[in-house]
Every structure is written in C-alpha cells, then in structure tokens.
Nanobody, 121 residues
C-alpha cells in the first residue's frame, strides 16, 4: 500500500505564489525519482518538474526560474514552489513517485489524486 496525497492547490492571481506538497506513505524499500505533472482538459499530462533521490532536478522550459521542486527524504515529501504564476500555469497538478516496494519487486510508478491550481489574470 503506497499512497500519494497532494495539498496546496487553489486560486491565485497572476504574479502570485503557491506551494504544493505531496506526502508519500506506505510500505516501501526505496523511494526514487519524484515529480509534478500538469494536465488540462483535452491535453496530455505533461511534466512540470522532477527531482531524483540525490536532488538532481529537471524542469519544463516554461517554468524555469519560476518554479522550484524540492524533497525531504527523511519524511518522504516533495514540494513544488510556484512563483510568478501565469494563467497558462492553470492545470490539475499530479504528484508522482517511483517506488521499489521490496528487494523482490520491480520499480513501480505511483500517482496522487491531483490538486487544482487556477491562476486568474
């Protein structure tokens, strides 16, 4: 049982800030890469930012310099700090995590329920 729960979404004005948080819970051996993905109606779920277990980050070009992804391996939590938000950032944001549950199993990807972020112009 591995669960991801996001929080922090909401309505924010353009130029403002918002912070998303995701907690990973359950039984697992290793928590690998984690990330945030955004999805709008009729479109594919797209990568926003990822962070490896050693802290290496990767960002979608459109959010570089505005968003920051971070994690705390001690409490199995990942954040997405969203600054200088724009209306085009509006989407449902999903937290993801790659998990190896035991030494006998393969890596599996898990997803949260998603949290709505709406940026008003």
């Amino acid at each position: 049982q591995v669960q991801l729960v996001e929080s922090g979404g909401g309505l924010v004005q353009a130029g403002g800030s918002l912070s998303l948080s995701c907690k990973v819970s359950g039984d697992f051996l290793v928590l690998g890469d984690m990330g945030w993905y955004g999805q709008t109606p009729g479109n594919q779920r797209e990568l926003v930012a990822t962070i490896s277990s050693d802290g290496t980050t990767n960002y979608r070009t459109s959010v570089k310099g505005r968003f920051t992804i971070s994690r705390d391996n001690g409490i199995n939590r990942v954040w997405l700090q969203m600054n200088m938000v724009k209306p085009e950032d509006t989407a449902v944001y999903y937290c993801s995590a790659r998990v190896r549950r035991t030494k006998w199993t393969m890596w599996d990807d898990y997803w949260g329920q998603g949290t709505q972020v709406t940026v008003s112009s």
